[in-house]
């Protein structure tokens, strides 16, 4: 990657933190309310240009659209995440899809203390009940009851 891209790439990344320290994570929005949030964030650059700003004040409002892009991305990631572990657990509720597929896929299956089947993604060293993931890329598992 470009030096210059990686610089970008952090103020982005700074500005994201900054968001979501005033904001928290934003998942409540749907892809209508982000198309406005983001419009409203254009309009800000929009007015930046149109008053002359000083550069930096520009490019302060730039970051902050790019940083709403991938604030937009990442929650619907979470959200398409979501799904895909709703639609797993009905799957392997219904008999359609095997704890191994649900593996290979990289989700991790837990039984709560009320007896529903949760699902999770699969991350290095997180334990679920009884099942420990070994390697998260491989979703090698040690799981003491099979």
């Known amino acids: 990657m470009k030096e210059m891209t990686y610089t ?3 103020l982005i990344d700074d500005e994201r933190e900054a968001q979501d320290a005033k904001w928290g994570v934003q998942d409540q929005h749907n892809d209508d309310q982000w198309y406005r949030i983001l419009a409203e964030e254009f309009g800000e650059i929009a007015k930046a240009l149109n008053d002359k700003e000083p550069e930096a004040a520009l490019e302060a409002e730039i970051i902050q659209t790019a940083a709403v892009c991938v604030a937009w991305i990442e929650a619907r990631s979470r959200r398409r995440r979501i799904e895909d572990v709703e639609r797993n657990r009905r799957l392997y509720e219904k008999g359609r899809i095997s704890l ?5 896929e990289g989700w991790c299956f837990d039984h709560t203390d009320s ?3 949760g699902i999770a993604p699969l991350e290095a060293g997180k334990v679920a009940k009884n099942v420990v993931v070994k390697e998260a890329d491989n979703a090698q598992v040690d799981n003491p009851h099979n």
């Not at 191994?100 to 290979?104: A, G, N, Q």
């Open 8 to 10: 970008v790439l952090n």
């Open 100 to 104: 191994k597929t649900v593996l290979e």
């Open 115 to 117: 007896g529903e089947i």
